[in-house]
């Protein structure tokens, strides 16, 4: 989803019900919720580095203001095949 390697291939058949976007805005939105909680991970913190030098579309959703209060989801994917 973010990025172009091998695991771009295995998410790519996945839909969210609202699409794409919306999708990555929840995976960044549920990361900016798990930085606060896991403030001395040194991986976490690479990893969203990693993610916001690697993807445009990552950076993007990282930067906007997050909402002070989310109300939760429930996340519908659907499959095109089966994995």
Do not use: C, T
Not at 30 to 41: F, N, V
Not at 50 to 56: V, Y
């Amino acid at each position: 989803m973010f990025g172009n390697g091998p695991a771009l291939d295995v998410m790519y058949p996945l839909q969210h019900a609202a699409g794409r976007a919306a999708f990555e805005a929840s995976i960044v939105a549920d990361l900016k919720d798990a930085m606060p909680r896991y403030s001395q991970d040194a991986q976490l913190e690479r990893l969203v580095q990693e993610l916001r030098h690697a993807s445009d579309a990552f950076a993007h959703h990282w930067d906007r203001p997050h909402p002070a209060h989310r109300q939760p989801q429930h996340r519908e994917l659907q499959a095109d095949r089966k994995i």
